[in-house]
């Protein structure tokens, strides 16, 4: 039998459905919606878990004139009464926030008149002119050819649910995707104040003071303070990644990714996909990234050999996290560290906050890598205090990398003492080399996994000094090259035609063992005559190095060859 299409970047429902794509269901997010009513519902969930798709799926059950057929073999289609009472019933406002950017206000207003008039158009497309006043019909047709000042674009969301109530005679379902990116996006460039004053206006009048609305459906990624846009809302549900009503709805389940791969035949890579994108905890449920699932199996299906990649973290910037390690002290450092060895950290989580708080306290940025997905619960104490930790293995290299880029930032790209480390190998300076390498690794955040092999800690310390030896730009410097009967851990060339340089790194369990393990590979360099190569270019005086690590201390001794 052939296998479904996989729905890669697609996020309308009655595409799947008609193009007859796989689709793991979640149609019991309509029932639970209808039976835990709420008049405005809030979802918050981290980008790429099906918040639109299910957003889609919502408006096809609820809009008049819908394809009833979409919903056949589905869980919700079991629900006969249900179905029965709201299926196809409503008129439907959908937008999508997500497109509201710009470097400007004046921009993101552009932005926003965009989207609106793609609704304006699709719902005029529902209506009977001669059901409208020549008022609405004149605001309708400003709308769709984007004509609206901005102080009219607050009442513009209350004014289609009044013209779809007026032609239809139905109050109206409102869904809003991503409400909260245009808030995100003013943050970045500096017009916070405009926009919030701008969505707290659409959000008053469409949310608050409408009696057309039956009912509104919100997402997002950041539950942002009611005091600040949602002020004045009685009847508000906000259901965030901590809450257990509506915690399979987001994301695959553990027995949905598995029959997922038994549906495809590749059963035997549920261990790394687990690894890789399982981990998060919403509510009482542990879910897997729908994002990775979906992509890591159809790379599989295009190679069976392929390995697991970074698909969420790479569909768009990780400055939450960047901005986190920027401004993180010596107990948060320590924090991340921890973090990285699979450790987990108790921190008090605010699920409430403004952007504009973000800066304000580091904590803060604890409860926002949180609420977005970089951190998960492991368990939760009293007082709002969770035991956080990163999810799985993919969320770990975006942490990995950004260090990585802040360790090159902060201290690779110091040049003067950069300078002077590189000269202190030229000069025959152990103990020069050895002050300078215990104040980088103090300062430095660790992306080492304690508990990795041996051998992968000494690669970890390998590549450290790569970095920084590489800062001196007329150098050349080979690593594992082949010298005498063995690979040298580093050989360099000054610019010094006469001068050579070996080093060889070691790793020692304890830091009273950093001496001897110096000493063997001092002694590895002579029997192994790694200095060969060097003296093949013409290299006469051959310094040789010995750096043994642990943990954040080294030991360096020198020798002349």
């Not at 059901?131 to 209350?158: C, G, V």
Request: glycine share 6%; with cysteine; proline share 2%.
């Amino acid at each position: 039998m052939q296998k479904k299409k996989l729905p890669v970047g697609i996020e309308d429902f009655d595409e799947i459905r008609r193009e007859n794509f796989y689709y793991i269901d979640k149609t019991g997010l309509i029932r639970d919606l209808l039976n835990n009513w709420g008049k405005v519902n809030l979802f918050t969930r981290p980008r790429r878990f099906g918040k639109t798709l299910n957003m889609s799926m919502l408006k096809c059950f609820f809009e008049i004139g819908t394809d009833k057929t979409l919903f056949d073999g589905l869980a919700i289609s079991q629900e006969k009464a249900l179905c029965e009472a709201n299926m196809g019933k409503y008129p439907v406002i959908f937008i999508s926030l997500k497109g509201v950017d710009g470097l400007t206000y004046e921009l993101a207003i552009e932005r926003f008149k965009t989207i609106l008039q793609e609704e304006a158009i699709r719902i005029h497309s529902l209506l009977k002119d001669g059901l409208l006043s020549a008022f609405d019909r004149k605001k309708l047709n400003q709308m769709e050819n984007r004509e609206l000042q901005e102080k009219e674009i607050p009442d513009s969301l209350k004014f289609l649910s009044r013209v779809l109530y007026t032609c239809l005679g139905k109050k109206v379902i409102l869904l809003i995707d991503e409400y909260d990116v245009p808030l995100d996006k003013a943050f970045q460039h500096d017009y916070y104040e405009e926009m919030v004053s701008l969505i707290r206006g659409l959000f008053g009048q469409v949310l608050k003071t409408n009696e057309f609305l039956q009912f509104a459906v919100l997402t997002g990624c950041l539950q942002v303070s009611k005091e600040s846009i949602f002020t004045g809302l009685n009847n508000f549900k906000m259901f965030s990644v901590t809450d257990t009503r509506f915690d399979e709805h987001f994301g695959f389940t553990e027995a949905e990714v598995t029959r997922l791969l038994e549906n495809y035949q590749l059963e035997e890579h549920l261990t790394e996909m687990k690894e890789w994108y399982d981990g998060y905890r919403f509510g009482d449920t542990n879910i897997y990234c729908p994002w990775d699932v979906i992509n890591y199996v159809d790379h599989l299906l295009a190679d069976p050999h392929g390995e697991p990649e970074a698909f969420w973290i790479n569909t768009s910037g990780n400055d939450l996290v960047k901005r986190f390690i920027d401004k993180a002290d010596k107990t948060t450092q320590d924090e991340i560290e921890r973090l990285i060895a699979g450790e987990a950290i108790e921190k008090k989580v605010r699920l409430n906050l403004t952007y504009d708080e973000l800066d304000s306290n580091i904590a803060n940025l604890w409860s926002v890598l949180f609420t977005a997905g970089y951190l998960t619960q492991a368990g939760r104490a009293a007082n709002g205090v969770y035991k956080l930790i990163i999810p799985n293995r993919e969320i770990r290299e975006v942490f990995v990398l950004q260090i990585q880029e802040w360790f090159k930032g902060h201290i690779v790209d110091d040049e003067k003492p950069m300078r002077e480390f590189c000269q202190a190998f030229l000069q025959g300076k152990p103990e020069d080399i050895q002050k300078q390498l215990n104040v980088i690794l103090n300062r430095m955040i660790s992306i080492l996994d304690t508990k990795a092999p041996d051998d992968q800690k000494e690669n970890f310390y390998h590549g450290l000094l790569l970095g920084l030896l590489r800062s001196e730009m007329n150098w050349l410097i080979l690593s594992n090259a082949e010298s005498g009967d063995g690979f040298s851990d580093i050989l360099i060339e000054p610019e010094c035609p006469d001068v050579g340089i070996v080093i060889e790194v070691k790793y020692s369990r304890s830091i009273a063992g950093l001496d001897k393990a110096c000493g063997e590979a001092l002694a590895q360099i002579r029997e192994k005559r790694y200095d060969e190569r060097l003296r093949n270019d013409g290299r006469t005086e051959v310094l040789a190095y010995s750096i043994a690590f642990c943990k954040k201390r080294c030991r360096v001794m020198c020798d002349v060859l």
